[in-house]
Structures are given as C-alpha cells and as structure tokens.
C-alpha cells in the first residue's frame, strides 16, 4: 500500500461513515462496526455519520445506533432530509413545495419552516394538491409510492416547478437484496420531463459535505469517508479532498472497486481491516 495513505490515516481526525451497507444492514450491526467506532473515540478522534435516507429524523438514526451497541446523538447523524431541508431553507424559504415521500421527511422540512402542501385526492380519485399549487417538487425515498403521486409530480413539473431530491440512490441495501431508492423515481420524472433535478442535497452532493465539515469542524484533508457505494460514498470524499475507503459489506464488490473512477484509496472487506490499518499507521 502506498505509503502515504499510512501517513494520511495518522494525521486523519475525523472519520465519516456511512450507515447502511456500512454500519448496519436491517437491524444487525455488520462485523466490527461497533469495535471500530469504540476504538476510533477512545483514540480522541471524531466520528460522525451520514445517510442518505430520508425516512427519519436524526434523532431516530442516533437511537438506532446507539440500540445496535453504536452510541449517537443527533448531532453526530446528517440525513439527505436534514440537508435538504437546512439548504433549502437557506436559498428557497417562500416556494410551495409538493413532497413524494414520506411523512417524516414532510415533518422535518415543515421544522426548517417550510411550506409542504397537502394533496388530496377528488370525487374521482384524481389527485388534486394544495389549491396555491406547488411550485417545487422534491422527490424522496418513498415506500408509498404510487402512480398518483407520480403523476402529481409530473404535472407539476410540466408547468415549471423546481426540480428537488433528496438523494439519487437506484436502491436502498437491506438484508437479501436492495429495494427501490429515490434515485429510480427521480430517473422516470427526468425520463417522462426531459428535465434534469436542480439540487440533490444526499451524497455524493458537495452539499452534504458542506454541513458534514461544519458539524465536525476539520478540513477535508484531515478526514476519512467510509461507504459501500463508489458511486456517492467514494465519490464524495474524493471530490472534497479526503481519504475515501470502500467496505464490501454492502452495494459494491471488489472487482467494480478495482475499476472504479474515481478510485478509493482503501479497499476494505468489512471494517475489522480499518481498525488494522490505523495500528499499523501508529506504528509508522
């Protein structure tokens, strides 16, 4: 291995990482996740962790780390949802906005002071939103997707709302195989629209990054990213500036890792080798 990444892992203070696929899969911590995070605090470095998910709040990530042997505070979890929300409140405080997700991300945008209407469905069970009508869409991770609220969104965008997501995730790692993300609504409203999203607040969005470098207040060069997708978890890191590391626990396999581009700078088959790499990065 290149001398340098040891180098690199010695100076490292904060390390990222992702949660499913990462940390968990379902209710199971994967192998060594809770050593690995234990052994990184108890050498005075900081941990935080990221999702793209946005089907809770922070605060129920951080109780379910803390349930799988992980503990967390809502300080040290980002969501594609809290990202969202904090930019948009930021950049677009007065739009009306139409949500295909699910109620708790309605909630936490709603708590950045945002207006999310409510749709309602006619005689004829047409959908029917808000009569101020949506001048933006955001699309989530939604398991009670339907073709109404598809069709919603598509008309509300042919008549020039905003274009928002939350994260572009094909599909969503759980225990025997993934299920569909956002990523797979946002490619048939860009399919049926010819539009592309404006914003994407989830990895590997610089966005995220962004609020992750602020909650952890380091430089991207003094910081690790963790993850089992290349496509946003090493994609991320690498476009900020960090080591990146891909964990073949979840989404990815070591051939797609070998050809990636970029590339990651640690290959690891679960998180036991982190924890051999950083003894081995003490000694010099």
């Not at 050593?35 to 935080?48: N, P, S, V």
């Not at 950049?91 to 709603?110: A, H, Q, S």
């Not at 891909?246 to 070591?254: E, H, I, P």
């Amino acid at each position: 291995m290149n001398p340098l990444i040891y180098a690199n892992l010695r100076e490292t203070e904060g390390f990222i990482f992702d949660l499913d696929g990462t940390l968990y899969l379902g209710e199971q911590a994967l192998p060594y996740a809770v050593e690995t995070i234990r052994e990184i605090r108890e050498r005075g470095k900081r941990a935080l962790f990221v999702s793209n998910k946005p089907l809770e709040p922070r605060q129920s990530y951080a109780a379910k780390l803390t349930r799988l042997g992980i503990p967390a505070t809502s300080d040290e979890v980002i969501t594609s949802g809290y990202v969202l929300g904090y930019h948009l409140s930021k950049t677009f405080p007065d739009l009306n906005y139409y949500v295909v997700g699910e109620e708790n991300l309605k909630v936490e945008m709603r708590g950045f002071g945002l207006k999310v209407l409510v749709e309602y469905w006619d005689q004829d069970e047409r959908s029917v939103i808000h009569p101020d009508g949506a001048d933006a869409v955001v699309i989530a991770f939604d398991r009670t997707l339907d073709y109404r609220k598809l069709n919603t969104a598509y008309q509300a965008l042919r008549q020039g709302a905003r274009f928002f997501a939350t994260n572009p995730d094909k599909t969503c790692p759980m225990p025997g195989g993934g299920i569909p993300d956002a990523g797979a609504t946002l490619a048939a409203l860009e399919h049926l629209t010819g539009r592309k999203v404006e914003v994407l607040a989830g990895k590997p969005s610089p966005l995220m990054m962004e609020v992750a470098m602020q909650q952890l207040g380091l430089p991207a060069e003094k910081c690790l990213m963790t993850g089992d997708r290349l496509e946003t978890d090493v994609r991320m890191g690498k476009e900020a500036g960090m080591l990146a590391a891909v964990v073949l626990t979840g989404a990815s396999n070591r051939s797609r890792a070998e050809r990636a581009d970029p590339a990651p700078d640690l290959i690891l088959e679960n998180l036991g080798e982190l924890l051999k790499l950083l003894e081995t990065g003490d000694k010099g």
